[in-house]
């Protein structure tokens, strides 16, 4: 085989990849949006079999060879054509060390185990969701087990959504964060609380998903690839960089929860959206980890979506779809309020400031749960005491407790690390890019195309043609969570006047 | 091989293949109904490879050896395994004589076509629509040619749709009915109209999706494996009997536009739900042929939908949800409201007597464009005349016209036949229901449960068991478009007391 020949050959798996992702991809949207609940048995049978057609495509010997071929002539590729051999080789060779059928039983497993959870959250019934539960741990464990046996099986985890981060990175960031975090937490509890509960008004659908289009206007973001859906659990889902959809969840007593969830998925789908032309459905296309994922989304979110000029920016908005619900709201009291700070029970509702707590609980139970330190069983009350612990709350049940998140029903274990670095990336990120952009600026004119474009130029468009770290280091210089910790200290010193 | 062997290679094909029409499915799904606009191009590209996938998929020695021994062996199969292999070889004979290249740039070219279909029925643009039109016409005629060099090209796509249905047929049969209808036409168009004004005043979107709920209620359909989106055309579409949806169009100042084309899809979705369930994900589940399907979404629009036994049992729904457009309606007014007669200009708005003509001009226009005696730039003077001829009204523009339906955009070219000849079936069908079940009861019931079951019995549950004019005859003896022609004689001469 000429190398010629190779490249032609991976050129014709990633066409074919490419459609089997989409395929899936579609599949998953359908069933989280619109599809009947009666649908899961067949979509659990057909994901299966693309899981098949995946697992045979990428351990092809005519693939493979190709792989070969251009392993050994790597220094006559380009530096895309580099990365993709280097990057198809090893999820090649993660690939080939699981057995095929346990790789399909696994997807048809998920599809149902993500049924299962929907209707166990709806119904506060973690018992129905446990043994799923349980058997996506140990199945992640076995896989770890066939693909890095001299690993940490979690470690494994990690770096499939991170990679080059360990167990001990983690430790040491999370130890940091508390220590600091902690303190400045307590501060804000023992100052006089914000009030937000004009809020909590009645909010009516139809206007909330007025506002998200316009936020979807503001945020720069190009429709003709670009929809929103509707899910119990906000996510963000691409099928390559022409077709990206976010989804929301509106609910009509509490503006603020749409409105956020909307922003940060935004920030996922821009990252998605703007991958550069060369990398269109191969491999290389798309964000290249969770962490720099998180990065963005929780850049746009809280960074950007919970300053005051961006409160003062969709303020008049707001008041001209809701001015019963937000007469006599000012500036500085919308800012407040969306910025009120109090330990709470959902992650995905908290504020910006206590956020990274809710991470380290899932963070600390994952641990254990692949160290085989406690079971499924054990999860619910080792969350529930996890959350006193750290919270200082108390679960009223696992609907607000352990069943919250979708992650693991989707056995997207190793995740919840990426909300917090990429949370501290932000921080770095802000500083950087203000040496280039007046950000302010930015935000006041109504369109977030100035940064948009700095993230493009120095993020976005390089796909996964950079390791994490290296991206990061590239753009930040080292990582250093203490620039995050005095971000957040000062903005919430100056919102409680502490 | 031996036969066992050979029927789990058979097995294993229709798994594949099964996954490959779901996903093909949820991406045309998808696209119709939530897509951004921009996705087109990726969507295509997705497409073309399903289909290069199940080109590969039926076209693979395994599977052919697989075919052939059983074919060896047909006397030890099973009737389901049997017409199982009769129908794979058929399908495989005619996907192998067309090459692999052309059936996949044929699939990107449909899913462009369909998406320039849409933006030009929006912006009355036929221009931008006639070279795809041409071109699948002319691919259409070449992979006819590939496959039945011998026959007349036409009939090759009529066969398609309705196996065993040939020009000559349909010439005779729309000689007859055209003969007999429009006889009666003239005589309803000579006597006084019925004022339907009130169906045309303003129906809030949120109500009717209230009506559809209920429709869906009495219609008597598990809602566990269906679900009801919007799109321009409605249409149906299943991934397997277990996830059926239908859509369908809501304009507000139309109550029966909706009403009707819910029912009428809702007919296509019991067919398709009512498999038995030795055919889950085969090669027979589902609808056999298209005349079959229309006979049952027909006999639900309009011979149950349209009587007024039917009328009178919705009527007070609609008076609830709408009371002051409905106020002071009568069963008889309503009645007569819905089966107002008058020649249009949009066939799926058409009323149930003139409805064939609309049919019959769209053959017409097929036959000479497979013939080859027009183009597609022809074909809106053409359609203009016709609809001037057969139903004495003026085409004011394209969009009205020749751009109304999706089907050809589609490539659905033979379909259109099927709707008047699954008219004609309906009418049989309800002699024949009448001896078994009280159908005025059944309806006016509230639940058509009486109704579904006699149809499920000995039609739906079949799938693809038997060639589609072998199951009407076992249902309902020979074909006799007299007792159509009858029924619609009897109906209309009452509805307009001629």
Tied chains: 1, 2.
């Excluded at 979509?43 to 092809?60: C, D």
């Excluded at 140990?138 to 981060?165: H, I, M, N, Q, W």
């Excluded at 303190?183 to 998200?212: G, H, M, W």
């Excluded at 749409?258 to 550069?276: D, I, K, Q, R």
Aim: charged share 30%; aromatic share 12%.
């Amino acid at each position: 085989m000429t190398v010629n020949e190779a490249l032609k050959q991976i050129e014709q798996f990633e066409n074919t990849n490419s459609a089997l992702n989409h395929a899936a991809g579609i599949l998953y949207y359908d069933g989280d949006t619109v599809a009947p609940e009666g649908s899961v048995e067949i979509r659990a049978l057909t994901l299966g079999e693309i899981s098949r057609m995946s697992y045979e495509l990428i351990t092809a010997p005519r693939f493979i060879e190709a792989l070969e071929v251009l392993n050994a002539n790597s220094d006559s590729l380009s530096e895309i054509d580099r990365r993709k051999v280097s990057e198809l080789y090893r999820e090649y060779d993660n690939t080939r060390k699981i057995p095929m059928q346990e790789m399909i039983d696994f997807q048809v497993h998920l599809t149902e185990s993500s049924s299962v959870w929907h209707k166990a959250k709806e119904n506060n019934d973690y018992a129905s969701f446990e043994p799923y539960l349980q058997k996506t741990f140990d199945t992640l464990k076995r896989f770890a087990s066939y693909t890095d046996p001299d690993k940490d099986p979690y470690e494994v985890c990690l770096d499939k959504y991170e990679r080059g981060l360990t167990v001990e990175k983690c430790d040491l960031f999370f130890a940091a964060l508390r220590e600091k975090l902690v303190p400045l937490i307590e501060r804000v509890c023992k100052a006089e609380q914000i009030d937000d509960s004009k809020l909590k008004l009645n909010y009516p659908k139809a206007q909330q998903e007025k506002f998200t289009d316009y936020l979807v206007d503001v945020m720069d973001i190009d429709r003709k690839h670009f929809g929103v859906g509707e899910t119990e659990h906000p996510f963000t889902i691409n099928f390559t960089s022409k077709d990206v959809r976010i989804t929301t969840h509106y609910y009509e007593d509490n503006l603020a929860s749409s409105l956020y969830s909307v922003v940060h998925e935004c920030g996922h789908a821009l990252y998605e959206l703007n991958s550069m032309p060369e990398l269109f459905r191969t491999t290389l296309e798309g964000g290249v980890s969770m962490a720099i994922h998180e990065s963005q989304s929780r850049f746009y979110e809280n960074i950007i979506g919970r300053s005051k000029i961006f409160c003062a920016l969709i303020l008049p908005f707001l008041k001209k779809e809701f001015p019963e619900q937000l007469s006599g709201v000012s500036e500085d009291e919308f800012y407040r309020m969306i910025n009120r700070s109090e330990p709470s029970l959902i992650r995905t509702e908290a504020d910006e400031l206590t956020y990274s707590l809710h991470v380290m609980v899932r963070y600390e139970l994952e641990k254990k749960m692949m160290a085989g330190e406690i079971t499924a069983k054990e999860l619910p009350a080792e969350w529930n005491r996890l959350y006193k612990e750290y919270l200082g709350v108390d679960v009223p049940d696992d609907k607000h407790g352990v069943l919250q998140d979708s992650h693991w029903s989707n056995a997207n274990i190793g995740y919840f690390p990426s909300y917090a670095l990429g949370s501290a990336y932000g921080a770095q990120l802000l500083e950087e890019m203000k040496k280039d952009v007046d950000v302010e600026a930015a935000v006041k004119s109504g369109k977030l195309t100035a940064i948009n474009d700095w993230l493009r130029e120095r993020i976005w468009k390089f796909g996964c043609l950079y390791d994490p770290t290296d991206l990061f280091n590239m753009v930040c210089g080292e990582f250093d969570p203490d620039v995050y910790v005095a971000y957040l200290d000062k903005k919430f010193s100056e919102v409680y006047g502490i």
